[in-house]
């Protein structure tokens, strides 16, 4: 079966660039969700999207955008970043419109941010 | 705003011995979730509760809720060193939002 597909995996970054990240939810979800996780830590989220426009909004910093495409994958955008941005960034997708559909959240990867 | 708990936060444990990992959530939360992962690893789902009363098994594995103590329990029964990881309990807020809010995990280790 299809799964949540995340790149890239691992990305190295410096102090004060800019990063972005990319996930492709399991076809026919119609909803994403970003979420962060510190080393040793619960997965904190960020946002969401439903059909293309942000849903809920998280612990997001101003310094982080996203925003979910017509083909339904979302870009996480982060700039000036920070030491204590490396992370794990989970996207999940979900089925809202779906018969039977529990809300259930299906986790990509993730992609390991190291900022340096 | 949804506060979920989980305790214990560390538990080791010998094989072949049963134990149950607690979760508390403390506003009302119309579904529960629990997920496993491996370390640098991605969330697993395994269990999805809905309902007062739910009660849900896979393998050696049993997840049970109840509303109204907001209260969900995962019970291991005759562990194995396969289940050693990270399990989080998460719940989704009643109303309009849809993400999760995750209890601090508990990492279990199952000792030979």
């Known amino acids: 079966a299809a799964g949540v597909i995340q790149s890239p995996r691992h990305l190295i970054k410096e102090k004060r660039e800019t990063a972005t990240l990319k996930c492709y939810p399991i076809?026919?979800?119609?909803?994403v969700y970003w979420y962060q996780q510190g080393p040793g830590q619960d997965p904190q989220f960020l946002i969401s999207f439903y059909e293309k426009m942000q849903s809920d909004k998280g612990s997001i910093p101003d310094r982080f955008s996203a925003q979910q495409f017509s083909d339904y994958h979302s870009e996480l955008n982060m700039s000036s970043l920070e030491l204590g941005d490396s992370a794990l960034y989970f996207c999940?997708?979900?089925?809202?419109?779906?018969?039977?559909?529990?809300?259930?959240?299906?986790f990509g990867p993730g992609t390991r941010l190291t900022v340096t | 705003e949804l506060k979920v708990e989980q305790n214990p936060l560390f538990l080791s444990m010998q094989e072949g011995k049963n134990y149950t990992i607690y979760c508390n959530y403390s506003t009302t939360s119309d579904r529960l979730y629990w997920y496993r992962q491996d370390p640098g690893k991605s969330l697993e789902s395994l269990f999805v509760l809905l309902s007062n009363g739910a009660v849900k098994q896979e393998g050696r594995l049993m997840a049970s809720l109840d509303t109204k103590a907001r209260l969900s329990t995962l019970h291991i029964t005759a562990a194995v060193h396969d289940l050693s990881a990270t399990y989080f309990c998460a719940g989704r807020p009643s109303g309009s939002a849809r993400q999760l809010t995750f209890g601090s995990g508990t990492q279990l280790t199952v000792l030979p």
């Open positions: 999940a997708s979900s089925p809202q419109k779906l018969a039977g559909a529990h809300y259930e959240q299906y």
């Open positions: 076809p026919r979800h119609d909803t």
